[in-house]
């Protein structure tokens, strides 16, 4: 009987365990939004959700400047 108890309780801690592994991994929506210089007009692209390796990259990133245009990536 104790043998039982003790699997179903190694079951469901592995079930809990494999659910939860997102939760350990870092998801945000990002968006790029893109300043024109002389104008000050702002254009914002698409969210998408990021997660782990890729979010870390986008937060990474500067802002980036061509000709009359700033673009930077932003996070919430």
């Known amino acids: 009987m104790k043998k039982k108890v003790l699997y179903a309780a190694a079951f469901l801690f592995i079930a809990w365990a494999a659910t939860s592994c997102t939760a350990l991994e870092d998801c945000k929506f990002c968006r790029t939004v893109t ?5 000050g007009d702002i254009t914002q692209g698409p969210e998408a959700e990021y997660c ?25």
């Open 35 to 39: 300043t024109d210089n002389s104008t």
């Open 52 to 76: 782990g390796a890729k979010l870390l990259a986008i937060e990474a990133k500067g802002p980036t400047t061509v000709l009359n245009s700033t673009t930077v990536w932003e996070c919430r």
